[in-house]
């Protein structure tokens, strides 16, 4: 998992985990990007 997300309360902080590579967003992290936040909306 290249997106790490960790909730505390009210305050979603959302990770890019890709070191090696500067933390650029290839494919895979964008759609993992979207997951995130579609799940963010369904937590409201």
Do not use: H, Q, S
């Not at 070191?19 to 579609?38: C, I, M, Q």
Request: with cysteine.
């Amino acid at each position: 998992m290249k997106v790490l997300v960790e909730k505390k309360e009210r305050i979603c902080t959302v990770i890019i985990n890709r070191p090696e590579k500067r933390n650029a967003v290839d494919r895979e992290t964008a759609g993992e990007l979207v997951a995130a936040f579609e799940e963010f909306e369904k937590d409201d």
